[in-house]
């Protein structure tokens, strides 16, 4: 029998706050990956990005991995990592995935023993992969101009591999075809469907927080209580 | 404003619950904000009342779970509770009657609470609301209680429901009458046109469309219970869909199967039977 491809999922992101969506992500790529009978996903990453990213409405990423963590607090396989939100400067995607799969590289069990020779030291441990996890959403952004570089779509499909979540409104597939790269390493490149569609936007938490409107079920419970504790998107984003 | 010029609200939601989903939460939390924004009502309390088992839907589990699983799922809730007495009817309710049943429960509360004394009927399930309504009483006087008047009970629902109206034998004339007259419907829906195209199409619903409350679901939330089984009979993972407590239990109790959906398969829905024999008789 053919062992499975252990793969550890990594997503990059605002998580401005973390929603349920976010989450699923994850679950829906594991359930994706394991049917293919190729894949054992063994861990999640979140990697909630720099604060120099400059985007509208960024809360403090001190704050936004607190968030993760709570969130993440009844997960037994994913976990927030808040190297990418100390570096001094905001870091390019690949950069990250670069800093993960060394990570995990030097995490890997090494089996040592006085009685080397019993054991079945023949068949090493599979080199776990690490694959960027993402929205649809995300794939589109590839076609921005001057957002991402070439090279570095190319490194993360030929040397990491990308599953992509869909999300209502947009045409993954269209976006492969539409891309010499993508299509060329369209097989590392895992498309799984949600069958359960659930558009929770933090953006739309972001407004509801502002009008004093529930986001109770949209996201867990020890988020929402942190948001409110520390105030959080009380009034119209700041810039 | 004064808080007595308000029309106090209970939500009670009928249905399956088969299970109940972070979507059917989200119902009574956009609801109550809708409610609450328009400045007329103030809503005090929503009710889950699970179907009872003779309703006979395909896939139908048993009550028994299906009502541990909502509870479950509002134990962190401040206002919304499960109630039982629907689940354990002999027979199948009409919702018409399982409004009734509520509103009259409220009366009846409302009236003990003018005499002053403890409401605790159920002191496992009432205490919460029973300890809002005495704090309540306490800081208004006796007359203006009686001002503000009984809670009203509504009806809250998906769009689903309110086309439900238009399926041949589901329902009876009168009931809808009764449903939408005498106790008023908060419907919330992603397609607010085709909902409002329906109340229009209907002389019914028309004439008691003030008391048809519509409420924007802008965010798409499709976790249909449906859904849920489905992933579940497939393997698939069903976590931030439903409240962790309710997932547990399922994975516990091995509930949903392709047996368990075979339940019914064959058996004419409750509703259906009761017309076909009125008609006969």
Wanted: charged share 25%.
């Amino acid at each position: 029998m053919k062992s499975r491809i252990p793969v550890v999922l990594l997503a990059c992101g605002s998580f401005n706050p973390i929603t349920n969506m976010h989450l699923r992500l994850f679950e829906v790529a594991r359930d994706h990956l394991h049917q293919t009978g190729r894949y054992q996903v063994i861990g999640g990453i979140i990697s909630p990005v720099n604060d120099n990213y400059g985007k509208k409405g960024l809360v403090a990423a001190r704050h936004r991995v607190a968030m993760a963590r709570l969130a993440l607090q009844t997960s037994d396989w994913i976990q927030v990592d808040s190297w990418e939100s100390e570096q001094v400067q905001w870091t390019e995607t690949v950069k990250v995935l670069r800093h993960h799969h060394s990570e995990l590289l030097r995490s890997l069990p090494w089996k040592e023993g006085p009685d080397q020779g019993k054991v079945d030291s023949a068949a090493p441990a599979a080199v776990p992969e690490l694959k960027l996890l993402c929205g649809a959403d995300v794939l589109k952004t590839f076609q921005t101009p001057n957002l991402w570089k070439d090279t570095h779509i190319q490194e993360i499909v030929e040397k990491f591999g990308l599953v992509c979540v869909d999300r209502a409104g947009h045409d993954p597939k269209g976006y492969i075809l539409g891309s010499p790269i993508l299509q060329r390493y369209q097989d590392n490149i895992h498309l799984a469907r949600e069958p359960v569609q659930n558009e929770i936007s933090a953006t739309y938490i972001r407004w509801a927080l502002g009008q004093g409107q529930s986001v109770k079920y949209l996201l867990p419970d020890a988020v929402i209580a942190y948001i409110k504790e520390h105030d959080l998107y009380a009034s119209p984003g700041e810039e | 404003m004064e808080n007595s010029e308000k029309t106090e609200v209970v939500l009670l939601a009928c249905g399956s619950f088969n299970p109940i989903t972070n979507m059917h939460l989200r119902l009574f939390e956009l609801a109550k904000d809708y409610m609450n924004g328009t400045g007329k009502y103030e809503v005090i309390k929503g009710i889950i009342s699970p179907v009872g088992d003779a309703y006979k839907k395909k896939g139908l589990i048993s009550a028994h779970h299906r009502v541990i699983m909502a509870e479950l799922a509002t134990k962190n809730s401040k206002w919304l509770e499960v109630d039982t007495w629907e689940s354990l009817q002999q027979d199948w309710i009409e919702t018409a009657t399982v409004l009734r049943h509520h509103q009259e429960k409220l009366e009846a509360s409302s009236c003990d609470h003018q005499q002053n004394s403890p409401v605790l009927e159920r002191p496992g399930r009432k205490r919460k609301w029973a300890e809002q309504r005495q704090d309540f009483s306490q800081k208004k006087s006796l007359e203006q209680t009686k001002t503000k008047g009984v809670p009203k009970v509504k009806l809250l629902c998906g769009a689903d429901f309110l086309e439900s109206f238009g399926v041949p034998n589901l329902w009876k004339g009168e009931d809808i009458t009764k449903i939408v007259g005498d106790y008023g419907l908060i419907c919330v829906t992603r397609a607010g046109n085709d909902a409002q195209k329906f109340i229009y199409e209907s002389d019914v619903l028309w004439k008691h469309q003030n008391n048809i409350h519509l409420v924007n679901e802008w965010i798409t939330n499709d976790i249909s219970s449906t859904k849920i089984r489905r992933a579940l009979r497939r393997g698939q993972s069903i976590r931030y869909l439903v409240p962790d407590l309710v997932q547990e239990y399922i994975e516990k109790h091995s509930l949903y199967s392709s047996e368990s959906e075979e339940r019914n398969v064959g058996v004419i829905l409750a509703p259906l039977q009761r017309k076909t024999a009125e008609a006969d008789t």
